[in-house]
């Protein structure tokens, strides 16, 4: 069965520093993998996904992220974090088959000091 | 702009009281989806739409219904048998899937249903 793992329930960055938010998965076949945002109160926002093509994925807001297979890993990377950046962060993965669902982490709370 | 409209934003329910959720898209997505959130939990999977006329159960079904008459409309009800359903609740929709998995999904901004 296809799982997700967030290792971290919060992040406290300072603005201007990078960010390193880290998801873990579980698949029993060669899955997509996505990135939310959600802001207070707003429905979750894509930032990025990956369906098998380059390893090395670019989404908005200078957000990127690497899938790698070896470790089960698809950490979100941003070189330097803005004061807008702080939200929720959900790593997600497709679930087995054709049915469209996904399957989400449990969130990663990002916070950016001044 | 395209996009997801769920309503109201904000729901009260009073005790025995079935109170029902509205979402509409106008994306031309034929996969429409219902989760619920709650505080420092990721989403789960109420019901979920692939076609018009048809839907299925997630892992949270109990206490909820759903009708799909529509492809653009997929409305949620919270029965009196759901006995804790002060949460947030967010509608989103995909592109058919069936030939592919991998479709990400578009989400509304969501409606905060609390107890009276």
């Known amino acids: 069965a296809q799982s997700v793992t967030q290792l971290d329930s919060h992040v406290s960055v300072s603005e201007g520093t990078p960010v390193l938010l880290r998801c873990n998965y579980s698949?029993?076949?060669?899955?997509?993998l996505f990135w939310y945002v959600q802001h207070p109160n707003k429905g979750l926002q894509l930032l990025l996904k990956?369906?098998?093509?380059?390893?090395l994925v670019k989404g908005i807001n200078g957000f990127e992220a690497e899938f790698k297979k070896s470790e089960t890993s698809f950490h979100l990377t941003k070189p330097s974090a803005h004061m807008s950046d702080a939200a929720e962060y959900f790593c997600v993965v497709s679930d087995q088959g054709n049915t469209g669902k996904l399957i989400f982490g449990q969130g990663t709370t990002l916070q950016v000091k001044p | 702009d395209g996009g997801i409209t769920q309503s109201p934003k904000y729901l009260f329910r009073k005790e025995g009281q079935n109170v029902t959720l509205s979402c509409e898209q106008n994306l031309n997505h034929d996969a429409m989806y219902w989760y619920r959130q709650d505080p420092g939990q990721g989403l789960r999977l109420i019901y979920y739409s692939q076609i018009v006329n048809d839907f299925q159960k997630g892992d949270i079904a109990e206490g909820y219904s759903v009708s799909r008459e529509k492809k653009e409309s997929f409305p949620l009800t919270v029965t009196s048998a759901q006995k804790n359903p002060t949460a947030f609740y967010l509608c989103?929709?995909?592109?058919?899937?069936?030939?592919?998995?991998?479709?990400?999904?578009?989400f509304g901004d969501g409606t905060r249903l609390s107890i009276l």
């Open positions: 698949s029993s076949y060669s899955p997509s």
């Open positions: 989103a929709s995909s592109p058919q899937t069936g030939v592919t998995g991998n479709q990400p999904q578009h």
């Open positions: 990956y369906t098998s093509a380059a390893t």
